[in-house]
């Protein structure tokens, strides 16, 4: 049974740094690319970053690009979120979620986290 | 970016009812060398994280209700419910893949 479990989240001041994480279970975890997408409070989907399978390849959506630092260490099967320079903006429940397929690094995503809130707030 | 637009934000559908909703993209997400359109759509109820219900915008996964059936290519999509039941009170998102990821912005169904 594939498991995504995060952890990491809580609250930060602005312009705090803070990482989270994403341990995999149940699939051969170098072989998938997998994404973090975040919810701000009420609010809907927005795809942050995603790193293909190897870790040699990261995109970053434009509102995070050089604030957060994606990653990933095959050999403990877990993904990171590095962020840093936060600001209010960056309030919400954050997800890793894995494609279906091998092949696609943005596929379709069959398998969410369990979602890990961060709070950015003095 | 490729952007995606969902309507209508929300809908009100009788049970038994067909529910149906848009997605349009600001360009085709249908990639020409396999024939596939890049269109996902995914169910989320609240506190709960997204599920997926359709995929290569027609596929359904594993799982899913027949009910849930995805249409459309290049850039205009439908997600329709056929016989909405208690449990589709939702917020359903579509999903470009064809170049990054981008969503919808959601669209929330209710009953009548």
């Known amino acids: 049974e594939v498991q995504l479990f995060q952890s990491g989240g809580g609250l930060v001041q602005p312009g705090g740094s803070l990482r989270l994480s994403c341990v995999a279970s149940?699939?051969?975890?170098?072989?998938?690319?997998i994404s973090w997408v975040r919810q701000a409070p009420g609010k809907g989907l927005e795809w942050v970053s995603a790193?293909?399978?190897?870790?040699?390849?990261?995109y970053y959506a434009d509102s995070v690009k050089g604030r957060f630092t994606i990653s990933r260490d095959n050999s403990k099967s877990t993904l990171y979120l590095q962020m840093s320079s936060l600001g209010a903006e960056d309030t919400a429940i954050y997800y890793c979620?894995?494609?279906?397929?091998?092949?696609?690094?943005?596929?379709?995503?069959?398998?969410w986290g369990q979602g890990t809130l961060v709070t950015v707030s003095s | 970016d490729i952007v995606m637009t969902q309507s209508p934000d929300s809908l009100a559908v009788s049970l038994g009812e067909r529910a149906t909703i848009n997605c349009r993209s600001n360009?085709?997400?249908?990639?020409?060398?396999?024939?596939?359109?890049?269109l996902a759509w995914y169910q989320q109820k609240p506190g709960q994280s997204p599920k997926l219900l359709i995929y290569?915008?027609?596929t359904r996964e594993s799982g899913v209700p027949e009910r849930f059936s995805g249409s459309g290519s290049g850039t205009d999509f439908t997600l329709t419910i056929s016989g909405l039941q208690p449990e589709d009170v939702a917020v359903y998102y579509c999903?470009?893949?064809?170049?990054?990821?981008?969503f919808g912005g959601g669209t929330r169904v209710e009953i009548k």
């Open positions: 979620a894995k494609a279906i397929n091998s092949f696609s690094i943005f596929g379709p995503k069959g398998y």
């Open positions: 149940g699939f051969t975890f170098s072989s998938y690319g």
């Open positions: 790193i293909s399978g190897s870790g040699e390849n990261t």
């Open positions: 360009q085709s997400v249908l990639y020409s060398s396999n024939n596939k359109n890049y």
């Open positions: 290569w915008a027609s």
């Open positions: 999903q470009q893949y064809y170049n990054t990821v981008t």
